[in-house]
């Protein structure tokens, strides 16, 4: 070895024991460089295995503790109360604490009993916020008999992603568990200066970017229409409380469909705005880096006045100052009060991947009604389809991927998340092979698998592309003279948890929002039927080819009935207005 030519240069090779310790010496430090390369990785992921073995022990500990503090000294009147406060829709809670019939450790109290059922029947709360009851207190001391702040006393839920002073924001991984944050998410921090409280932080996928809501840390989260499916991700809890009513709003984020994919799948409303008009500051975004992908922050809420209540709350100059770079823009009721006719296009199949039968069936229902209302409706055609499928993950993907394989090195993945992780590890070399042998199989397949940056150049150029593609979506808008457009929220309803890592495809469906950055909201609209199931069967209908992506989600997708079916709203950026505008006429039509 070199070593063994350097160090005779400064010993005598007469002198044995001498020459015998070196090399001694020498194989030591060789054997212990091997072992250290070698199973360092295993320590690591023993370390990780602990972590998450003290953090579960911690987290049950903390249920037990309020499961015995809520459940004790019950008597008629707390649980009539309880009762009451929990049948209140968002307005009438409002309207209740603003008027002191309830107070804020009242509600409180109401919604800590509600979102620790739930989530025993879910899995979707990560952690209670214990010092939610003093500031719940605080709030009554402060003001009582006074005027009060818009959201006095409202208890909300907090996805796992959004930094809070003293607790971890995990996102599902090992490796950043025990590690609590310094400081408040500007949102949160905002909403409770308004007299918010939240009270409970909620799960997400490992590392975020996928929509089975389900980690190593916290476990799977279930729908709560049906707990063996998704409620989507990477916002699958706070959708999944609030939809089986243990919150009273939610908030998240979306990078690809992060709010909206979790709405249609819970069966309730949330819109992403456009990017510069609502940001926040202090979060783990999924993807730091990303290339021109608008990431969106907002609200879930069960209609659309609460989101539109919330929005107008949030979009003024204090928090304006409070997350640089928004657009200083407030909202505007009086556009969303218009009664004007607009001209609305609509598509269910965006030209990458047709929408199931019940995610169509529920876009056509809505265009008639429209119809009906007097609107003007116009098909419209995704232009490029899958050119812009290949800039959507190369802008989700700019590096290749590595920084969610280190995210994910040494921790032990997640059941319904390894075929994803696996895919992740595939040389882009090999990709490119697969690309062609996947696209006589399946054309989508064969598109995901050779959309990769392969060095600078193409990242530029892809930049490039970006900027060329918005322009040629908004040139085909302004050409028919659109106002607005109706489209599947999501390709498929709710799926078993196992199926998620294969499906990709489907967030096409969401992302391609993100990539223009317009705003886009999703409605809740009706449920799969028993005719939505049989027509599965004939899924893609006059398809008679083979694909295996068809395929799959025949399976994943059956037996879907009674769960929950939305559509989605598009605008133009900044338009945000118009949207909520156009979500409130569909929700009213559709009741």
């Given amino acids: 070895m070199f070593t063994d030519g350097f160090l005779a240069l400064l010993y005598n090779e007469d002198d044995s024991r001498v020459w015998a310790l070196v090399k001694c010496c020498n194989a030591a430090f060789w054997l212990v460089a091997v072992c250290y390369w070698t199973f ?23 249920f037990d503790s309020m499961t015995a503090e809520l459940n004790s000294n019950v008597d008629s009147t707390l649980s009539k109360k309880r009762e009451t406060i929990l049948a209140m829709s968002f307005t009438d809670l409002r309207n209740a604490l603003q008027k002191e019939d309830y107070s804020a450790s009242e509600a409180l109290d109401a919604y800590r009993f509600k979102a620790l059922q739930v989530q025993m029947e879910i899995n979707c709360v990560t952690e209670f916020v214990v010092e939610a009851v003093q500031w719940a207190s605080d709030l009554d001391a402060k003001y009582k008999g006074k005027s009060k702040p818009a959201l006095f006393g409202i208890p909300f839920s907090v996805k796992e992603n959004y930094y809070m002073k003293g607790y971890d ?8 568990s025990m590690q609590p944050m310094t400081s408040d998410n500007s949102f949160v921090a905002f909403l409770r200066s308004q007299g918010g409280v939240p009270f409970v932080r909620t799960n997400v996928p490992q590392a975020l970017i996928s929509f089975v809501c389900s980690n190593t840390v916290y476990g799977t989260t279930g ?63 999924g993807m730091p880096g990303r290339g021109r992908l608008g990431l969106g922050y907002g609200f879930f809420t069960k209609t659309v006045d609460e989101q539109i209540f919330l929005l107008e709350t949030t979009l003024t100059p204090d928090y304006f100052d409070r997350s640089l770079g928004m657009a200083p823009l407030p909202l505007m009721k009086k556009e969303i009060e218009s009664k004007s006719k607009l001209r609305i296009g609509y598509f269910t199949d965006d030209g990458f991947l047709p929408a199931t039968p019940g995610c169509a069936r529920v876009v056509t229902e809505t265009v008639r009604k429209l119809e009906d209302a007097g609107h003007v409706l116009i098909p419209f055609n995704v232009p490029q389809p899958e050119a812009a499928l290949k800039l959507l993950l190369k802008c989700l993907f700019p590096d290749g991927g590595q920084f969610l394989r280190d995210s994910y090195a040494h921790e032990d993945v997640d059941q319904h998340l390894k075929q994803f992780v696996t895919m992740l590890k595939v040389p882009n070399v090999i990709r490119k092979m697969m690309s062609y042998l996947l696209l006589p199989l399946c054309r989508q397949m064969g ?12 990242l530029r150029l892809t930049q490039e592309a970006v900027d060329a593609y918005i322009f040629e979506f908004g040139a085909q808008w302004k050409e028919l003279e659109l106002d607005a ?97 156009l979500m409130k006429e569909v929700e009213t039509l559709t009741k």
């Fill in 40 to 62: 360092k990785p295993w320590g690591l992921v023993n370390i990780h295995r602990e972590v998450v073995k003290n953090k579960r022990k911690l987290r049950q500990k903390q």
């Fill in 169 to 176: 924001c995990t996102v599902g991984l090992a490796k950043r």
């Fill in 223 to 285: 729908n709560p229409f049906n707990k063996e499916r998704t409620p989507g991700g990477s916002s699958g809890g706070e959708a999944a409380l609030l939809a089986a009513d243990g919150s009273a709003f939610g908030i998240g984020s979306d990078l690809a469909g992060s709010l909206r994919i979790p709405a249609a799948m819970c069966g309730i409303v949330t819109i992403k705005p456009t990017a510069a008009r609502l940001r926040a500051e202090g979060a783990a975004t």
């Fill in 447 to 458: 598109i995901m698998s050779g959309a990769y940056v392969s060095d600078l150049n193409d």
């Fill in 485 to 581: 457009l109706v489209c599947p929220a999501f390709a498929i309803p709710p799926v078993p948890h196992h199926y998620p890592s294969q499906l990709g495809a489907c967030a096409f469906s969401t992302g391609l929002f993100n990539l223009l950055d317009y705003p886009a909201g999703v409605v809740p609209v009706g449920h799969v039927t028993d005719e939505d199931d049989a027509a599965l069967q004939s899924f893609p209908e006059g398809f008679n080819g083979t694909n295996l992506l068809y395929a799959l989600i025949k399976k994943a997708a059956a037996k879907s009935r009674g769960l929950p079916l939305a559509v989605q709203i598009v605008t133009l950026p900044f338009r945000e207005e118009l949207c909520l505008r």
